[in-house]
């Protein structure tokens, strides 16, 4: 079974700019997570989607936003990009009914200059 | 807000040593999940723990799941180089939102930074 892809791996922005970043999840699963990772904040919860509906969000301001699509493929936005966006932004799938065990992709590496 | 308490923060240890880490929580955990992440890749399950009181192992590595509910376990025998990493304990959040639900949300602990001398 092929894991958890993230696209793009690596991203270089500007401040103001916005990006989008795609996750797909393991075959099967339907519930997607992400989050971000930052040295100084470690692993924050973002958002959480199961069959294209957002079920949980995180304390993060509205710029970040996600969506799923019918086949659970997952993306995030972050619209007018800041300097403290960047970090290592990372999906995770499970299956989303009752089991708490989550897979990650590799992640995207964010840099906003 | 709820959090985890990882300890230690780091190890340096010599090839062949045992390694043991812990996670603390004040409140109550149902599951308790031992993550290991290499640097610029995601972090990836090594061990689930379900039951209170739950001693569970993949290869060289041991977790348990405490007795109190309140805290796990990690220990990995004989250590080699490959085990070098971030190794994070995570459980999933039993505070509710607004919305009064926690789905899809992990706590994760703040991570043992591992270095295994050769």
């Known amino acids: 079974k092929a894991g958890v892809t993230q696209t793009p791996r690596y991203l270089i922005k500007t401040r103001g700019q916005q990006v989008t970043l795609s996750c797909s999840p393991i075959s099967g699963h339907r519930s997607v997570s992400w989050y971000q990772q930052t040295p100084g904040q470690g692993l924050q919860f973002l958002f959480e989607y199961f069959s294209e509906t957002q079920r949980n969000k995180g304390n993060f301001p509205g710029r970040f936003s996600g969506r799923q699509f019918s086949n659970s493929r997952s993306e995030m936005n972050v619209s007018t990009l800041e300097l403290g966006d960047s970090a290592l932004y990372l999906c995770?799938?499970?299956?989303?009914?009752?089991?708490?065990?989550?897979?990650f992709g590799p992640g995207t590496r964010l840099t906003v200059t | 807000g709820q959090q985890l308490n990882q300890s230690p923060q780091s190890m340096f240890i010599q090839e062949g040593e045992d390694v043991s880490m812990n996670c603390t929580s004040s409140s109550i955990f149902n599951t308790w999940l031992w993550y290991k992440q290499d640097p610029g890749e995601g972090p990836v399950l090594l061990i689930a723990l379900y039951k209170a009181g739950e001693l569970t192992s993949n290869g060289r590595l041991t977790a348990q799941f405490g007795i109190t509910r309140k805290d796990s376990f990690l220990n990995i025998s004989a250590s080699i180089p490959r085990d070098v990493g971030i190794y994070f304990c995570a459980g999933p959040a039993t505070l509710l939102n607004a919305g009064g639900t926690s789905y899809g949300k992990l706590t994760f602990g703040q991570g043992t930074i591992l270095t295994v001398h050769p």
């Open positions: 995770a799938s499970s299956s989303g009914t009752g089991v708490d065990e989550q897979y």
